[in-house]
């Protein structure tokens, strides 16, 4: 494995979202002096806030600004024990519940089917919505995701690469590979899970992630039947307060451990001599010092100061591959009264339309030729049936928070004008969801924030997608983004861009794979 040369006692890392924390604590339980430089007022990045004011101008509610999903939340236990915090430890503590179901799942039919991770659960929902032969199929698919994961996530996942070479490198890395080609994990997913499943319904349970990886099912790797088993095997959680309680109770357990946490302050440029890193400069004109550099920004930030800083393109694509869907996410309050008389109440709701393929179709098709799903496929999510404490009294009425997610082309697919289209989508979208049982939404769902692809590229995502660049083979384990930056011998690289890619549990584990390319230690 390479690592950083020369001196690292000081480290500097940029970016406070969920990979630069893990770095971050990583780093200071290896003795490393370190300082994380943050460009928002918050921490948190995609798993962060945004403030929500009453008509008076008082704080009303926070909404949760990214990621709404959690699993393997061991990772971040993980991180917070190279500290020696843990999850009581930390200001605010981290108090998880398990979603029991993970996932409502409604279809075109009128059917639903809810998604537990209880193997028990599961097999008893699916024999009285599909059958007995699917229960059967449904546990033989349990048993063959969970050898995936095994057999992939010590390798693939939780490990750096310097070359492709690593999969053979060693006797370990070859049984590990000629394992997973024997579990057909270099096939396709979709076409995998349809030799266990027959009904159409949960074969979209079982690889609708697909998305996350930025692909249609038909086309995925098998391999990526990995965040399937996180998200139908290992759970679902959610953290009491929000999901940015996470980023919050990391950074207190950093800055109780003695590193320092700069908020506020941009980072527009690196300071090189001899073909190290040895400092940052501010917005404001100040210096950071450092013996090694971690970026956490998305790429086109990274790219950007890279350039500034006259850094060979060695090694950094032209363009960023190919790039996952983008998502239009609409985030505001519907009264309880309302919620009530929806058709379930679940913390996450995936509501599909009937067109699935089509709508694969439209959202991952080349420059120029994406479009707009014609029958959504959505992810309702409605946090306060988990955590009562985040209703909010607006005007007098009790509501509860809601978030409406719809994925969509990213700008390069389809170079949407988003400034005018977003009102006028988002009333799409809810006038669908009210024909398919969600009433009152069109008068009575108050709209506080609303993200589009045009909102993300904004912020420095590439083609305006949050979900960086997509897993095809090219962009996967040794072949995704390094994170080693060719002409510096020690600025290393973390998120959702570089390995091991998109998700709350690959970017802490980008994180400490950071960590290790200073430290020097595999932790393997």
Not at 118 to 126: C, K, L, R, S, W
Not at 234 to 263: C, H, K, N, Q, S
Not at 397 to 420: F, G, K, M, T
Request: contains cysteine; aromatic residues 6%; glycine residues 10%.
């Amino acid at each position: 494995m390479r690592t950083v040369a020369g001196p690292t006692d000081t480290v500097v890392v940029v970016g406070a979202g969920l990979a630069g924390l893990a770095a971050g604590l990583h780093l200071l339980g290896a003795g490393k002096k370190v300082t994380i430089v943050e460009r928002d007022e918050t921490v948190g990045g995609r798993v962060g806030v945004y403030p929500v004011s009453d008509t008076d101008g008082s704080h009303l509610y926070d909404i949760d600004n990214g990621a709404s999903v959690l699993t393997m939340p061991n990772l971040v236990l993980e991180a917070l024990a190279a500290v020696g915090a843990d999850f009581e430890s930390t200001t605010p503590p981290i108090r998880l519940k398990a979603l029991s179901p993970s996932y409502h799942t409604r279809y075109a039919d009128g059917t639903s089917i809810d998604v537990y991770s209880d193997p028990e659960a599961m097999t008893a929902e699916v024999e009285r919505t599909c059958g007995p032969a699917e229960a059967q199929g449904y546990r033989d698919l349990r048993r063959w995701l969970a050898d995936i994961f095994d057999a992939e996530f010590d390798r693939y996942i939780d490990s750096n690469f310097d070359s492709p070479l690593d999969l053979v490198g060693s006797k370990a890395a070859i049984r590990d590979t000629a394992t997973l080609t024997k579990l057909g994990g270099f096939g396709r997913l979709g076409p995998r899970v349809d030799t266990f499943l027959k009904d159409v319904r949960l074969r979209r349970v079982f690889t609708f992630q697909a998305l996350y990886a930025g692909m249609a099912p038909q086309k995925a790797l098998a391999v990526y039947g990995a965040i399937a088993h996180m998200d139908t095997s290992l759970g679902v959680f959610f953290p009491e307060g929000g999901m940015a309680a996470i980023a919050r109770a990391m950074a207190d357990a950093f800055v109780t451990a003695g590193g320092t946490l700069e908020l506020g302050t941009e980072i527009v440029d690196i300071t090189v001599d001899r073909g190290r890193a040895d400092s940052v400069l501010t917005a404001t004109g100040h210096r950071i010092a450092c013996d090694a550099l971690v970026l956490t920004a998305d790429l086109p930030v990274v790219d950007r100061l890279l350039d500034r800083a006259s850094v060979s393109k060695k090694g950094r694509r032209n363009g960023y591959g190919v790039v996952s869907p983008s998502a239009v996410v609409a985030h505001g309050t519907v009264p309880v009264e309302l919620t009530a008389k929806w058709p379930a109440r679940a913390h996450h709701t995936i509501d599909f339309g009937d067109e699935w393929a089509e709508t694969f179709r439209r959202i991952t098709a080349k420059a120029g030729k994406g479009s707009l799903m014609a029958d959504p496929s959505l992810l309702i999510t409605r946090p306060s049936v988990s955590d009562p404490n985040l209703e909010v009294v607006r005007g007098g009425v009790r509501s509860e928070p809601v978030s409406i997610l719809a994925p969509c082309p990213n700008l390069d697919s389809a170079p949407l004008a988003w400034a005018e289209l977003a009102q006028p989508y988002l009333r799409e979208i809810l006038t669908t969801m009210e024909g398919r049982g969600y009433a009152g939404l069109l008068d009575e769902f108050v709209l506080d924030h609303i993200d589009t692809p045009e909102t993300w590229a904004q912020k420095g995502m590439i083609e305006g997608s949050p979900f960086s660049s997509a897993h095809v083979f090219r962009q996967t384990g040794p072949f995704r983004r390094k994170n080693v930056v060719a002409g510096l011998d020690n600025v290393v690289l973390a998120g959702s861009g570089t390995t091991p890619g998109v998700g709350v549990p690959t970017v802490l584990v980008s994180g400490k794979l950071a960590a290790q390319r200073v430290t020097g230690h595999r932790g393997r």
